[in-house]
């Protein structure tokens, strides 16, 4: 596509998205590398202000959370691509969750946006209930309240949340965070749910990106899931974004974290990952 058709294709993109939604998922990597931290926090800022988003961001901090238990002898285990957490654990990812979402804060002010962290006890915006005895205190989310999310962005503002819940109670409860981000994007009526991860998308062969699946229906994506290629980390993102899409998300995206990603997908026909849609 020549440069003048592909302005044209982003700007058209752009008018259709002003006002909309859009949930944008990613976890601690962002933070491990300046210049990815810089790329990405760039988007959501010219996502936000430039293009008219209403920009959500969740995010986790998995291989950082992991790091410190080691530390502290703990040993980090998962069932499902979901952490087991017992009461020590649910300590460290408070601490390291709540230290990553300040540090994002800080960045997007910095970098000309208006950002303010919450976790989603906040206005109580998840509510929770443990999922089974094996995993410990990993909640699954029974309800989303909005209303301070909603606030936010209308006030011009980017809300940063990290997914740490609570029950009817007040138990603090670990949430997986694409699963946050899914149920987050549903109740917002989204039409977009992002997921950033350290790969380009959904990969056949996890080392060439060669093998990258653009595109996938719900039906196709439902398939994906029980393919041997689909990795523990990976399958509860391909769940999530079957959840937005089922509930009404119009698209939800799995891209990598590198070269302005966001705004390739989302303002270029090629796009930069996998879409998964009806």
């Excluded at 940063?160 to 949430?175: H, Q, T």
């Excluded at 393919?227 to 937005?244: H, L």
Aim: charged share 25%.
């Amino acid at each position: 596509m020549e440069a003048g058709a592909e302005l044209e294709k982003a700007l058209y993109y752009a008018k259709e998205f002003r006002d909309k939604v859009f949930v944008i998922k990613f976890s601690g990597e962002v933070l491990a590398d300046a210049g990815i931290m810089d790329t990405v926090i760039s988007d959501l800022v010219t996502l936000k202000y430039d293009a008219g988003i209403n920009v959500v961001v969740v995010h986790g901090g998995s291989k950082r959370i992991s790091s410190m238990m080691d530390k502290f002898g703990l040993k980090a285990r998962f069932i499902d691509g979901l952490r087991v957490t017992d009461e020590d654990a649910l300590e460290v990812v408070q601490a390291v969750l709540s230290d990553f979402n300040q540090r994002i804060v800080w960045n997007i002010n910095q970098s000309g946006g208006k950002a303010v962290g919450i976790s989603a006890v906040s206005g109580n915006l998840f509510t929770a209930r443990k999922i089974r005895p094996d995993l410990g205190l990993v909640g699954s989310i029974d309800g989303v309240d909005n209303e301070l999310v909603t606030l936010f962005t209308r006030n011009g503002y980017i809300p940063v949340i990290y997914p740490i819940g609570s029950d009817g109670e007040g138990n603090l409860l670990n949430i997986n965070a694409d699963h946050g981000a899914s149920e987050l994007a549903c109740s917002l009526n989204a039409e977009k749910l992002v997921i950033l991860t350290p790969v380009k998308g959904l990969l056949r062969n996890r080392n060439d990106e060669n093998t990258l699946i653009p595109a996938l229906t719900l039906s196709e994506a439902k398939n994906v899931l029980k393919e041997s290629f689909i990795t523990a980390g990976m399958k509860p993102k391909i769940e999530s974004c079957i959840t937005a899409v089922a509930c009404g998300v119009k698209s939800a995206h799995i891209i990598g974290l590198k070269n302005h990603a966001i705004l390739q997908e989302i303002f270029t026909e090629k796009g930069a990952g996998t879409m998964i849609t009806r």
